[in-house]
């Protein structure tokens, strides 16, 4: 049995998650402008939205080691929505024990409960540790492209 376990993210994890988020910023070497990490981070504890959730990675000591975001969304392929795994982080001194398997797990649920088909998420070609894990749960196609406007 896994010492790892996952829960939404409540009202008062702000100073818990953050670290984590700003983690994951750093190792995207993402810079945001001020108040982006309160209002996503609110965005998520919001009763009222029902399109952006956010779960914690908990080790056996219910410390969290780990975040992930996840956003639901209308699809012009499907009648229900997809899920887009938008940003997943595990602590450094965390990785390779289930934490970020769990995490996914927790979107997936969430996204068949909300009647997902799919569930899909992009990362970096650099991010070997990752992809060697996302390997085994997903499958690997596209390209992803942006432009910022």
């Not at 981070?41 to 975001?69: C, H, I, K, W, Y």
Request: with cysteine; glycine share 8%; proline share 4%.
């Amino acid at each position: 049995m896994s010492d790892i376990s996952t829960r939404p993210l409540g009202e008062d994890d702000y100073e818990a998650w953050l670290p984590l988020w700003n983690g994951y910023c750093d190792f995207y070497s993402t810079n945001l402008r001020d108040g982006v990490s309160r209002s996503t981070f609110e965005r998520m504890v919001d009763p009222d939205n029902q399109s952006m959730f956010g779960f914690l990675g908990l080790d056996a000591n219910d410390t969290p080691v780990g975040m992930v975001t996840a956003v639901l969304h209308p699809s012009t392929f499907t009648l229900g929505p997809r899920c887009y795994l938008e940003d997943l982080f595990t602590h450094a001194d965390a990785r390779g024990k289930g934490v970020g398997r769990a995490l996914i797990e927790a979107v997936a649920d969430l996204a068949k409960d909300h009647g997902c088909d799919q569930l899909y998420w992009h990362t970096d070609e650099t991010n070997y540790a990752g992809r060697m894990l996302y390997d085994k749960l997903a499958t690997k196609s596209h390209l992803k492209y942006s432009r910022k406007l």
